[in-house]
């Protein structure tokens, strides 16, 4: 059974961090691509990392400098180091694996930026 289990949203305030984890469980980790994607209220899914199993990062516009994304293979779980939160960060943040025709998402972790 494939699973994807997202952790470590909640509130912070603006400029503070948080690290979300999602780990994986019942497909081959090492081989897929992973990647996190956010939904803002009235706003579209979006695409915010991704890494490769070369461990190839790429960055959304807007969190370059800020969110690193990272994952361990040993523990099939994929990282979301987000800094210099800002309100605009403010979503439902996704855990998304990808290798062929395969596609697996979690259930989603709300993060909240706000004094």
């Known amino acids: 059974q494939v699973q994807l289990v997202e952790s470590g949203g909640g509130l912070v305030q603006p400029g503070g961090s948080l690290r979300l984890s999602c780990a994986a469980s019942?497909?081959?980790?090492?081989?897929?691509?992973m990647a996190w994607h956010r939904q803002a209220p009235g706003k579209e899914r979006e695409l915010v990392a991704i890494?490769?199993?070369?461990?190839?990062?790429s960055y959304l516009e807007s969190v370059k400098g800020r969110f690193t994304i990272s994952r361990d293979n040993a523990e099939n779980t994929v990282y979301l180091q987000m800094s210099s939160l800002k309100p605009e960060d403010t979503a439902v943040y996704y855990c998304n694996a990808q290798f062929a025709r395969n596609t697996y998402w979690g259930q989603g972790t709300q993060v909240t930026v706000s004094s």
């Open positions: 019942g497909f081959n980790f090492r081989v897929y691509i």
């Open positions: 890494i490769t199993s070369q461990d190839t990062t």
